[in-house]
Every structure is written in structure tokens, then in C-alpha cells.
């Protein structure tokens, strides 16, 4: 399964990603905008 959460702050992020680890889901948390090259 594959799921995306966007947050409107790192703590939000850090909860809900904290959340997930605890029960079982592999998480990685990114932090800001992508490059507009990457579009």
C-alpha cells in the first residue's frame, strides 16, 4: 500500500509520520517544494 500526506507543518507531518512508523508502515518525510525543473 502507498499512501501521501501532505501536512501545513512539520510538527503535523512529524505526528501523523510517528504515527504510521508505530504501526508498521515504512515512512520517509520530505520538506519543502521540488525544483521547479522536476514539474
Request: hydrophobic residues 50%.
Amino acid at each position: 500500500m502507498q499512501l501521501g500526506v501532505i501536512a501545513d507543518d512539520f510538527t503535523g507531518a512529524t505526528d501523523i509520520a510517528s504515527f504510521l512508523v508505530r504501526n508498521g508502515m515504512p515512512t520517509v518525510q520530505l520538506n519543502g517544494v521540488r525544483p521547479a525543473i522536476f514539474r
